[in-house]
């Protein structure tokens, strides 16, 4: 891959700090704008953003910060509630995680009501959380101290899954709200049955960075191993169905586009300058789109455009696909 062959950004949005993570919301915020979230050394920012095509009257992107939270630490992770709206009365819920070990619950009415819960239990580093879909009742975290852990919204844990390696990926499904897919960096996908607290299914590769389960194909896993990225239908065998080189240095997270089952992303280890981002289609032997950020980080699609963000510094960048 040719590093002049890179796109610059469709869209870019400044931002005071360097963006350490960024979400787009994968839930309907009630109104037509898309709640997106990022993440700082020291705060979470939450704003709406639409898209000229979403509007045509907007000219690139109109991006609007509702609140801004003081976090003591840098965000290292950060998950949407689907409790998150705009309508009726707003509400803003999201969690993230941070170097302390601790998750903190940030609920907002966007008036004069903001709460931080913090809730410990994990005994290092965490890698990555999501809420339970539907209600969003319950989060789901993990960590390095091997294991995934289902808390409710008071902190209390009602679920602890042990693992064999560090825990890097945790998918909750909306059609699938029993189950939970939990992806081990020793190369391990497995799907726990939450009711019974054992694992149902699993699949195997090679030492994994980040995988994905495809919100609109439930029988699609996703995930990013060395170099590569790799695709399995869960129907059909515990190896994988496709397997790519992608980055020349190691690729470091794979998300599914929420608007095509086919279309995916992915991304480069941050390099001295920049990381390299991919789009990929499975119809299409070579990436179909490939661009890169200054030392970004984070990875989300928007819920209904092929448009994904990646985080800089001081900017969001974020890259519409043809397709």
Known sequence: MQEDSSRSPSYTVACEDYVHVVEFSPF???????LLAYGGNQYVVVGTCLFQEEDVEIEGVEFNVLRAFHHELRVDALAWSPESRLD???????????????????????????EVKVMEGHTSYINHLVFEPTEGKQIASVSDDHTCRVWDLDG??????????????????????????????????????????????????GTLMSADWCLTNTIKVGAV???????????????????????????????????????????????KISSQLFIHHLGHPQPVMIGSAPVGSGLSWHRTLPLCVVGGDRKLCFWMTEM
């Open 28 to 34: 309907s915020s009630g109104t037509p704008a898309s």
């Open 88 to 114: 009726r009365i707003p509400t803003i819920r999201l969690c993230t995680a941070a170097a302390d070990r601790k998750l903190r619950l940030l609920t907002s009415d966007l008036q004069d009501r903001h």
């Open 156 to 205: 209390n844990e009602s679920t602890v899954l042990r693992l064999r390696s560090p825990g890097i990926s945790v998918c909750w499904h909306p059609e699938e709200v029993f189950k939970l897919m939990v992806a081990e960096k020793k190369g391990t996908i497995r799907f726990y049955d939450l009711v019974t607290q054992q694992a149902i299914l699993s699949l195997d590769c």
């Open 225 to 271: 191993a060395g170099n590569d990225w790799l695709i399995w239908d869960i129907t059909r065998s515990s190896y994988p169905q496709e397997k790519r080189p992608a980055h020349i240095d190691k690729a470091r997270l794979f998300k599914w586009s929420r608007a095509n089952e086919n279309l995916f992303a992915t991304t480069g280890c941050p390099g």
